[in-house]
């Protein structure tokens, strides 16, 4: 009985071998399970407040997925300005420049092999304000001759700022500090010029602010010269110191020059500076007068002593020069002196 129950028991473990078999004769494995969940992004911005012009990075702090590796998980960045970028599953920072006011939204996408999507996480605000550059900038002559400074004023510049650079658009700039509150320049053509200030700070250069133009032209502009006669003409008294004006429509007057001889009786006599010398005849007063050159003073006045000086008849050689060497007509005033 034990011997039957033994070869019934392998029989039916046969039919049942046999049955699965027949079963699963020509049904495919298997597949492991299909990949349905989309990756992770965790992003954060360096800087969310800017100058138009500067840059703000975007940093991805975590990219990764269950099934595709990170090299495979694409990234699409959205930056809210119309400008996107498409990154391989790196954690490489990508910069983006922002040009105009205003707030924008940056964005982005994680894309796995098999499609699946997510969007980034933001460590911090995903939002970027753009102001307009701080400071007010003047220029303060719109037209300058050339050998003139041209001088641009700064104020109202953050603490910030690490750099203040103007670019004076003759291919030339100046860098200067926060601190400073005017800046020169010397151009050296005859033409507009347009003038752009740039801050610097932790985010970088702004784009800058144009803040005008400046005409510089060439001085062809001769100056004018006079004596001013005194009270008392006829006095020897009025005549020890000489004294007259000047204008210049350009740059301004460098120097006048003057030269005094004087006719006593019949004789000639010429002044060296420091004394009157009698001379042999008038051509030699005139050849051996000394030029005494003077500057103007700030309200356009001269002024010469003369030392010596008596009776007869006195006459004053006169004229000026500006500073770009443009001469005056050359003048004589003659006065007798009888007192």
């Known amino acids: 009985m034990r011997l039957l129950h033994h070869r019934v028991l392998s029989a039916l473990i046969t039919v049942v071998l046999g049955a699965v078999a027949g079963l699963t004769a020509g049904t495919p494995a298997m597949a492991d399970d299909a990949d349905v969940t989309a990756p992770v992004g965790r992003y ?4 969310t407040k800017l100058w138009d012009g500067q840059s703000a990075a975007l940093t991805p702090l975590e990219v990764s997925d269950d099934v595709s590796a990170q090299a495979d998980i694409r990234q699409y960045i959205d930056w809210g300005d119309g400008g996107f970028t498409y990154l391989d599953g790196d ?3 990508e910069k983006h420049r922002f040009y105009n006011p205003g707030a924008y939204t ?5 894309t796995d092999q098999a499609g699946n999507s997510s969007s980034g996480v933001f460590v911090g605000t995903a939002t970027v304000t753009v102001t307009k550059m701080p400071g007010t900038y003047k220029i303060v002559k719109k037209t300058v001759y050339a050998g003139d400074p041209a001088i641009v004023t700064l104020t109202g510049i953050p603490s910030g700022v690490t750099k ?9 700039d100046t860098t200067v500090s926060r601190t400073t509150t005017q800046v020169k320049h010397y151009y050296s053509g005859s033409t507009s010029w347009y003038v752009t200030v740039l801050l610097t700070n932790a985010a970088g250069e702004a784009y800058g602010r144009e803040i005008g133009s400046i005409y510089t ?3 062809d502009y001769a100056p004018q010269v006079s004596v001013t006669k005194p009270s008392k003409p006829t006095y020897v008294s009025s005549w020890r110191t000489v004294r007259g004006k000047v204008s210049d429509r350009g740059r301004g007057t460098a120097a006048v020059g003057t030269a005094f001889i004087q006719q006593r009786g019949s004789s000639w006599y010429y002044y060296t500076g420091k004394k009157w010398t009698k001379a042999k005849s008038l051509n030699q ?7 005494i050159e003077v500057r103007p003073t700030a309200k356009n006045t001269w002024q010469v002593k003369i030392k010596g ?3 007869g008849t006195l006459c004053v050689f006169y004229a ?3 500073k770009d060497g443009n001469q005056s007509e050359a003048k004589v005033k003659k006065q007798k002196l009888t007192r």
């Not at 940056?106 to 994680?110: A, D, K």
């Not at 203040?164 to 030339?172: E, H, I, L, M």
């Open 91 to 93: 954690e490489k920072p």
């Open 106 to 110: 940056v964005t982005v996408r994680v």
């Open 320 to 322: 000026a020069v500006d």
């Open 217 to 219: 032209t060439y001085d």
């Open 285 to 291: 007063a005139l050849n051996r007068a000394r030029t």
């Open 309 to 311: 000086l008596k009776k």
């Open 44 to 47: 954060q911005l360096d800087f």
């Open 164 to 172: 203040v650079r103007v670019w004076w658009g003759d291919g030339k």
